[in-house]
């Protein structure tokens, strides 16, 4: 018999809308397995792996990665994890990224969670982060946010027609937010 598919969950929001933040709190409370698409993609250019220039010189300005690259990078990723619940953070950015995952991948997310955040507060949270991200200035972050509200809305509107979609305003205290989420995962809990 066919194993049981993977409970997966996407989590989508614009730069600087707090994905990575809450996911670690969901791992925390619920124990399902992070996958960063941004990290995965930064692990590639620390590795200087043979897409890593390519990546490097996409991030910079905010734009895709090609969706073959980046869903490569998370099957891996979810092939070798014991792990039968997951976070897919910062992922699908397009409906092409969409299209592919499901091509490639063969499963649908059961959860999607959107990080609803104002573009002012994003930039702000961006610019104060100090982590020497490439991508954490001004010039780059307007592109992102450019890119985001292209490519990003019609993959939202996409699974809100489904009845997938989960909308938390995430404006607030990292715990005032994480209280929008707590009753999501509880009620897939047995
Ligand atoms: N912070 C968090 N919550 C807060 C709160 N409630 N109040 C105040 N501050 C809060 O948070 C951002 C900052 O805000 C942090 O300093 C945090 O402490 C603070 P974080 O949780 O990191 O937000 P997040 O939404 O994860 O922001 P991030 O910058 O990671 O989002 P992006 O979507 O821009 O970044 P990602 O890493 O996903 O992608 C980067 C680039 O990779 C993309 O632009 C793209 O070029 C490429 N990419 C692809 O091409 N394809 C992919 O599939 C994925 C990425
Ligand atoms: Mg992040």
């Known amino acids: 018999p066919k194993e049981k598919a993977p409970f997966i969950t996407?989590?989508?929001?614009?730069?600087g809308s707090g994905k990575g933040t809450q996911c670690e709190r969901i791992v925390e409370t619920f124990g399902l397995t992070h996958l960063s698409a941004g990290d995965l993609l930064r692990r590639e250019i620390a590795f200087n792996t043979k897409n890593g220039a390519m990546i490097l010189n996409l991030i910079k300005e905010g734009k895709i990665v090609p969706s073959e690259v980046t869903v490569k990078l998370i099957q891996k990723e979810l092939e070798s994890s014991d792990s039968r619940k997951f976070l897919i953070d910062g992922f699908p950015r397009t409906e092409e990224n969409r299209v592919?995952?499901?091509?490639?991948?063969r499963a649908d997310p059961d959860v999607v969670l959107f990080f609803d955040c104002p573009e002012e507060e994003m930039v702000k949270r961006v610019l104060n982060r100090n982590q020497g991200?490439?991508?954490d200035n001004i010039?780059?972050?307007k592109k992102r946010l450019k890119i985001f509200e292209a490519l990003n809305r019609p993959v939202i509107d996409y699974y809100e027609n489904k009845g997938k979609l989960y909308t938390i305003n995430a404006v607030g205290t990292v715990d005032d937010i994480f209280q929008q989420v707590l009753p999501i995962f509880s009620s897939f809990e047995q």
């Open 10 to 15: 996407f989590v989508l929001g614009g730069p």
């Open 100 to 105: 592919a995952f499901e091509r490639i991948i």
């Open 133 to 135: 991200r490439v991508d």
């Open 139 to 141: 010039t780059t972050m």
